[in-house]
């Protein structure tokens, strides 16, 4: 089964209604995520946690993504994306309404947290790339960028909803609106306007990758292409994950209110919108390589203004640059995964880069928090991360030309 068998077995109308929904559920497997840079203050003093405990759940996102990815991107390739995003919106949302009744301890806590990032994987950009990347030969770029875009709008909106949540009925409240929007909501949309199986037509009796151009699993671990991309992603995931939760505290530290700091946050959210949106028109047209080597530099200068700045105007362009590398990371990676190693095992290579690069977002605010305590401020973190995004841009613009 060719791509372009692919393409043409869906109507563009029915490829792009799978787009659409995978925006919208790649925007709320993050949002609890996105949350605890907003909430964890209110649940620490709750719960009698230290920072760094509460930053440590993060690392749940990581180690749930590590060890589902791959997994996920093949089932998704074998019995489609309904039922896959199904089960996944229903047991995250139930999830996330636990985490509503967590009482006292923070082993509960998380707990908790780990079961509901585990159903999110199922409903996450892993399971949304491999869904979707099999459907475009054209306007692959875009269609990636649309449905990664979902994210930045979960962070536009989520750190605002969170602050007001927890200002007048308590954080508690924001989890269980959470695990209700999943089940009524994002449920009933994957069951009625999800293709029943987008990824592998009726007619087609094969998974999608095979008859594909492309390397095996065990063919991309052996070169030092995949290691190359896999170091450079890692390294850009855990200097976003340290921004993007540590932020907040940040500028709380340096007086701002809670809701001013969640205010100039959210500005972070529009910014990935369009970085998303116009990375995957780029990538369309220009050499995804290139164009991250680039774009990776971005929240380098952000971390500088963060050290510098003394305005609220250049803390929110700070904020804002971040958010525009950040539109770009997964969008890339899944771009790249095509054009590197073909589609024959696509979901298994994307599952493990994607994987890896969750281990490094859960890891990098725990991390931040940890420098944070040593240090007594955010700027030997800072600094650490602009050494380390330089790092990354320098690798991506190893990577060379397509290979498919």
């Known amino acids: 089964m060719?791509?372009?068998?692919?393409?043409?077995?869906?109507?563009?109308?029915?490829?792009?209604?799978?787009?659409?929904?995978?925006?919208?559920?790649?925007?709320?497997?993050?949002?609890?995520?996105?949350?605890?840079?907003?909430?964890?203050?209110?649940?620490?003093?709750?719960?009698?946690?230290?920072?760094?405990?509460?930053?440590?759940?993060?690392?749940?996102?990581?180690?749930?993504?590590?060890?589902?990815?791959?997994?996920?991107?093949?089932?998704?390739?074998?019995?489609?994306?309904?039922?896959?995003?199904?089960?996944g919106a229903l047991g995250f949302g139930i999830c996330q309404g636990l985490i509503a009744c967590v009482g006292h301890g923070i082993a509960l806590w998380w707990s908790a947290w780990l079961a509901a990032f585990l159903f999110a994987q199922l409903i996450g950009?892993?399971?949304?790339?491999?869904?979707?990347?099999?459907?475009?030969?054209?306007?692959?770029?875009?269609?990636?960028?649309?449905?990664?875009?979902?994210?930045?709008?979960?962070?536009?909106?989520?750190?605002?909803?969170?602050?007001?949540?927890?200002?007048?009925?308590?954080?508690?409240?924001f989890y269980l609106l959470l695990g209700a929007w999943n089940v009524t909501i994002l449920l009933p949309l994957s069951l009625v306007l999800l293709p029943?199986?987008?990824?592998?037509?009726?007619?087609?009796?094969?998974d999608i990758g095979q008859g594909e151009p492309g390397q095996s699993s065990k063919e991309a671990l052996s070169g030092t292409l995949f290691w190359r991309l896999l170091i450079a992603i890692t390294l850009f995931a855990g200097t976003i994950g340290f921004l993007v939760i540590n932020v907040q505290e940040l500028l709380r530290d340096r007086g701002f209110s809670p809701m001013a700091a969640a205010a100039m946050a959210a500005a972070y959210g529009p910014a990935q919108i369009i970085g998303r949106l116009g990375a995957g028109i780029l990538l369309d047209r220009v050499r995804g390589d290139r164009l991250a080597a680039v774009i990776f530099?971005?929240?380098?200068?952000?971390?500088?203004?963060?050290?510098?700045?003394?305005?609220?105007?250049?803390?929110?362009l700070a904020s804002m640059?971040?958010?525009?590398?950040?539109?770009?990371?997964?969008?890339?990676?899944?771009?790249?995964?095509?054009?590197?190693?073909?589609?024959?095992?696509?979901?298994a290579i994307y599952g493990m880069l994607f994987g890896t690069f969750s281990i490094a977002v859960g890891a990098g605010p725990l991390a931040g928090a940890m420098l944070?305590?040593?240090?007594?401020?955010?700027?030997?973190?800072?600094?650490?991360?602009?050494?380390?995004?330089?790092?990354a841009s320098t690798l991506m613009a190893t990577l060379g030309r397509y290979r498919y």
């Open 2 to 87: 060719t791509k372009r068998a692919v393409e043409s077995d869906f109507p563009a109308r029915a490829r792009w209604l799978v787009v659409a929904i995978g925006a919208l559920t790649c925007a709320t497997s993050l949002a609890g995520y996105i949350s605890l840079g907003t909430l964890s203050g209110a649940a620490q003093a709750e719960l009698h946690a230290s920072r760094p405990q509460m930053a440590a759940t993060t690392l749940s996102l990581g180690i749930s993504a590590f060890l589902l990815s791959a997994f996920v991107g093949r089932l998704v390739e074998r019995i489609g994306i309904r039922p896959v995003a199904a089960w």
């Open 125 to 173: 950009p892993a399971a949304w790339a491999a869904a979707i990347v099999p459907l475009f030969t054209r306007n692959r770029g875009l269609a990636l960028g649309i449905t990664m875009a979902g994210v930045g709008v979960a962070n536009l909106i989520v750190p605002v909803v969170a602050a007001a949540a927890n200002a007048y009925v308590g954080w508690r409240f």
């Open 321 to 347: 640059f971040a958010g525009l590398a950040a539109g770009v990371e997964i969008d890339v990676m899944a771009y790249l995964c095509s054009r590197y190693f073909g589609l024959r095992h696509y979901g």
């Open 196 to 206: 029943v199986n987008p990824t592998r037509p009726a007619t087609q009796q094969r």
């Open 372 to 391: 944070r305590d040593a240090y007594g401020s955010y700027s030997m973190a800072l600094w650490l991360s602009i050494g380390i995004l330089t790092l």
């Open 297 to 316: 530099l971005l929240p380098a200068i952000g971390c500088h203004l963060l050290l510098t700045a003394t305005s609220s105007t250049l803390l929110l």
